[in-house]
């Protein structure tokens, strides 16, 4: 059974950098066609996409917030890690990691967030 | 960015309803698209990939159709489980967008 969980501070500063690991088992990012990704959710809004690192290393970054974050993995510890710079109150949220797994439906092959972690909840306060 | 616009924003139903919910892409997504149940305090789980594929696990009620811009989520005959919120996310291109979500209420 895939399993992902998120580590990090449950409360940052603004303009800290927020750190994030997400801690993975039953699978490897190694495998052709894997993927971890990092999906956010304000309290009371919408899911929002912001990062995703592949097998063969290939990164993909949400153009929004792209200048702030980087992707990680560190296959022998079985980790993917993000970091998030300059915080700010409205990037309070839980944080979430997903197995991204490369799907047969519909005639062709996608990717798609099939495990997902608990989320951890990250606020920003002074 | 593609925009992905669910419709309607909540639904009030009862047990054994059937329940449709669409969702809209801003621009031709092929099948690229899934649909996640997600209950307060818990993270989202994959009902449907690729527009119409049910995910392992998940029950038969649940089912999924469209392609292009226009899809929906039926679920048959809604249980007492099924009250959450559902959210429509696009995989055709990067950067991939979630719809702002439905919400599942009881009537």
């Known amino acids: 059974q895939i399993t992902l969980k998120e580590s990090g501070p449950t409360l940052v500063k603004p303009t800290q950098t927020l750190t994030l690991t997400c801690t993975f088992s039953?699978?490897?990012?190694?495998?052709?066609?894997?993927?971890v990704g990092w999906i956010r959710q304000p309290p009371g809004k919408a899911l929002e996409w912001l990062a995703l690192?592949?097998?063969?290393?290939?990164?993909?970054?949400s153009p929004s917030l792209k200048s702030r974050l980087t992707i990680t993995k560190d296959t022998s510890k079985n980790q993917v890690v993000l970091t998030m710079t300059n915080m700010d109150p409205v990037d309070t949220a839980t944080y979430y990691c997903?197995?991204?797994?490369?799907?047969f439906g519909s005639g062709s092959y996608a990717y798609y967030f099939d495990y997902w972690g608990q989320g951890t909840l990250v606020a920003v306060s002074s | 960015d593609i925009q992905m616009t669910q419709s309607p924003s909540s639904v009030s139903a009862s047990v054994g309803d059937r329940v449709t919910i669409t969702c809209r892409a801003s621009?031709?997504?092929?099948?690229?698209l899934a649909w996640y149940q997600q209950k307060p305090g818990k993270a989202p789980k994959l009902l449907i990939y690729?527009?119409?594929s049910l995910q392992s696990g998940v029950p038969s009620r649940f089912s999924g159709s469209g392609s292009g811009t226009d899809f929906t989520l039926t679920i048959s005959s809604l249980q007492p489980e099924d009250f959450a919120t559902y959210y429509c996310?696009?995989?055709?291109?990067?950067?991939?967008?979630f719809g702002q979500g439905t919400k599942v209420e009881v009537k």
């Open positions: 039953e699978f490897s990012l190694n495998t052709n066609g894997v993927g």
């Open positions: 690192i592949y097998w063969d290393d290939d990164k993909r970054y």
């Open positions: 997903a197995h991204n797994s490369r799907l």
């Open positions: 621009q031709g997504i092929s099948s690229w």
């Open positions: 996310q696009q995989s055709n291109s990067f950067p991939w967008t």
């Open positions: 690729a527009a119409s």
